[in-house]
């Protein structure tokens, strides 16, 4: 499909120059007409340069490239996903925004990749072909959105509802990471205390003890022998959370084992709520955002299934898709395949972390237990058949938002009486283990006297 170059004037006057695709000028002009311009100019776009020139844009675009690791944060892709659409709300050229982001971008990978899609749009693409060979920055979400807009002529309406979709999910993330931020830290200062006494306190007591050769308590072996531990092998205790990361992160590299650990971490106690409702949370507004934007619906449920980030629900929104093609409905098949599936792998986590046999038993117990709830499977199943399926997801996702806020902010001010009850416990613990063999010290010193 051939790219037009035009020149057009908007309401007010102003020269708009810009770039569309279209399959003949006639088209391109009814879409330019569309936009509100009134075409002025328009020839077609060449989408070759000639070597020297090719050669001499790529240098000079290399020099001011920096060397970049990694992808774009989601806090970056968000913050250029609303200034795009501020840009393009405000009616300037598609090149010219991105050269404006570009110049006001840090060094980086966003930097670079604006400089890439900045050359591929003169060169003749698409935007959405331009961000989709920089897959670093641009995930396969964004640009099937983009396209959508593009294909509708409403790019502006599709980078708003992206950008609205990305500040959701960032406030949720943020929410979810602040309410960890308590716990983990009371956490650290507990071990930071308790290595201490372990090492330092315990064995001063221990000399003392051995030189009146007092008869210990149980309590007070216990408390020495957890003490030598530490002492002389202090080094493997946080070897013990690096091997468990790395056996994860190893048995996530096979099918089986990435259902496994997922499938724990949904189910598994306190926090495994959190995480589906996130994950619920997330996916449907995906769905929703897709839906709305014009996208397909078997290209949104891929695009869906891809950013779940969890085994369980790439599963679940595949079978969906094999469903729809098959000539199903969503909500139908979305019920049927919400099950878990037995996994040893999983087992093995649930024994492992859940106090062996009783672990099992609670497993066996969460298989009955569906991922996507009626709730759901109802609002989607409403949705198709008023065909308001984008309105009934973003509702959904509404609602489990609601649902994570609330647990979260339960979880943390439940988090609090246990991490102060619990290191409570510990301290009173080491407290009657030292002092008990003082006390029977002291009455036979006093009896003696």
């Known amino acids: 499909m051939p790219t037009y170059q035009f020149e057009a004037m908007d309401s ?22 569309q936009r509100g311009y009134f075409v002025t100019k328009i020839a077609v776009k060449k989408a070759r340069k000639d070597a020297k020139s090719k050669a001499a844009g790529r240098a000079a675009g290399r020099k001011g490239r920096s060397i970049a690791i990694g992808g774009v944060s989601s806090k970056q892709l968000t913050s250029f996903t609303r200034q795009l659409s501020i840009l393009q709300d405000a009616g300037l050229p598609i090149l010219r925004s991105l050269r404006i982001l570009e110049n006001q971008s840090k060094p980086g990978r966003l930097k670079n990749s604006l400089m890439d899609v900045c050359e591929e749009i003169e060169a003749g693409s698409t935007l959405s072909e331009a961000m989709g060979k920089s897959p670093k920055a641009f995930n396969r979400l ?13 790019l502006e309406v599709i980078l708003r509802r992206l950008a609205e979709f990305q500040e959701k999910a960032e406030a949720l993330k943020r929410k979810v990471k602040g309410a960890m931020v308590y716990p983990v830290v009371v956490v650290f200062v507990a071990v930071g205390i308790l290595t201490f ?14 030189e009146f050769k007092l008869p210990l308590p149980l309590m007070t072996n216990i408390l020495i022998g957890v003490s030598e531990f530490t002492l002389h092998y202090g080094f493997l205790i946080p070897l013990i959370p690096t091997a468990i990361w790395l056996l994860v992160k190893l048995l996530r590299k096979f099918e089986m084992g990435r259902y496994g650990w997922d499938g724990f971490i949904i189910k598994m106690p306190v926090f495994g709520q959190l995480v589906e409702k996130n994950i619920m949370a997330r996916t449907t507004r995906t769905l929703g955002t897709l839906v709305s934007s014009g996208v397909p619906i078997l290209e949104a449920m891929n695009i869906t299934k891809e950013t779940s980030g969890n085994a369980i629900f790439e599963r679940l929104y595949g079978k969906v898709t094999e469903s729809i093609r098959e000539g199903e409905s969503i909500s139908k098949p979305m019920k049927e395949h919400s099950n878990l599936i037995f996994n040893p792998i999983c087992a093995f986590f649930w024994a492992f972390f859940v106090v062996g046999p009783l672990g099992l038993l609670l497993y066996m117990g969460r298989l009955r237990q569906r991922v996507i709830d009626d709730l759901v499977v109802n609002m989607v199943d409403v949705g198709e058949e008023t ?28 988090m609090e009486p246990i991490l102060i009850v619990g290191l409570g416990l510990m301290i009173g613990f080491i407290v009657i283990a030292l002092f008990l063999p003082l006390i029977a010290l002291i009455n036979s010193l006093t009896g003696g006297g």
């Open 12 to 33: 007010t006057g102003q020269e708009i120059k810009d770039v569309i695709e279209a399959a003949t000028q006639e088209e391109a002009q009814a879409t330019i007409r």
């Open 142 to 154: 964004f640009v099937n959105m983009v396209r959508a807009g593009e294909a509708g002529g409403a």
């Open 197 to 210: 006494i372990m090492i330092k306190i315990v064995p001063s007591f221990q000399k003392i003890f051995s």
């Open 387 to 414: 065909g308001e399926l984008d309105t009934m997801l973003y509702k959904v996702a509404d609602t489990y938002d609601d649902e994570v806020k609330v647990l979260t902010e339960s979880l943390v001010s439940l």
